[in-house]
């Protein structure tokens, strides 16, 4: 049996499905199917106190979950996947990054982006995050 397949009709038919339960905005069908996964959600964007002065956001753990779930394996850096955002009219491909201390992804936001979104650290933004198939 094709794990990916209960794990699709689970979510086709509104069944919680082992850890994960199917939720609104999310392609049911993953990337193994030849379909991107769709996610989209609200979080805050932060800033790192480290050098560079990075804005990152957390992903909430349901879609974290989501994503480690239908990722396909693969050797790219930091165990990152590729992903697309938009926030407002904005939309670019970047990576989200695994984070060992909230047991999450964390999404970069670049400068451009928050210049053009008019996006401040402490700020709830809604994010549309999809999983790059390239």
């Known amino acids: 049996m094709d794990p990916d397949a209960s794990l699709v ?3 086709e038919s509104g069944r ?9 905005g999310m392609a049911t069908s993953g ?12 979080a805050d964007l932060w800033l790192y106190l480290g050098k560079g002065g990075w804005h990152f956001v ?4 349901d879609i974290a979950g989501q994503i480690k779930f239908l990722a396909e ?9 590729a992903v697309i955002v938009r926030i407002g009219k904005t939309e670019w491909t970047t990576s989200v990054f695994p984070d ?3 047991g999450s992804f964390l999404l970069p936001v670049k400068a451009e982006v928050r210049r053009k979104e008019k996006l401040a650290a ?11 198939a390239r």
């Open 31 to 42: 990337r193994k199917a030849g379909q991107m996964a769709e996610f989209e959600f609200d």
């Open 16 to 24: 919680k499905c082992g850890a994960f339960a199917p939720f609104e």
């Open 9 to 11: 009709d689970a979510a």
């Open 100 to 102: 060992k201390a909230s």
């Open 122 to 132: 402490g700020q709830s933004i809604r994010i549309k995050l999809s999983l790059d």
């Open 58 to 61: 957390t992903l909430p753990a």
């Open 73 to 81: 394996p693969k050797a790219r850096g930091w165990r990152s996947e």
